[in-house]
């Protein structure tokens, strides 16, 4: 079955910066789309970052433009996410997902992500 574990989560003060990681099993992962998701207290789960089997297409919900960088690895089976000018209103529980569809495209949608993280927390303190 596909798993994808998280980590790099942890307490950072605002303006700083963290890397998250998650690493996948059960799945042919250079063929599928990534993404990161993150949930705050009492919000809804939001798309943070997205990016392409290929590696050539990245997308990102625009409150993190700039600050943010997704990446990842083939041949690790890893996706990155470089948190950067944090700031206390990114605090969130993170988690990363894998595309249920091989070879799509980009989409911010969390009903088109069909195996998810156990989620790692990022809080900035202010």
């Known amino acids: 079955q596909v798993q994808l574990v998280e980590s790099g989560g942890g307490l950072v003060q605002a303006g700083g910066s963290l890397r998250l990681s998650c690493e996948a099993s059960?799945?042919?992962?250079?063929?599928?789309?990534m993404g990161w998701f993150r949930q705050a207290p009492g919000k809804e789960r939001e798309f943070v970052a997205g990016?392409?089997?290929?590696?050539?297409?990245?997308y990102y919900t625009d409150s993190v433009k700039g600050r943010f960088t997704i990446s990842r690895d083939n041949p690790k089976n890893t996706v990155y996410l470089q948190m950067s000018s944090l700031k206390p209103e990114d605090t969130a529980v993170y988690y990363c997902?894998?595309?249920?569809?091989?070879?799509?495209?980009?989409?911010?949608?969390?009903?088109?992500?069909?195996?998810w993280g156990q989620g790692t927390q990022v809080t900035v303190s202010s």
């Open positions: 997902a894998i595309q249920a569809v091989a070879w799509g495209t980009v989409r911010p949608a969390a009903q088109d992500y069909d195996y």
């Open positions: 990016i392409s089997w290929n590696i050539a297409t990245t």
């Open positions: 059960g799945r042919t992962f250079g063929k599928y789309v």
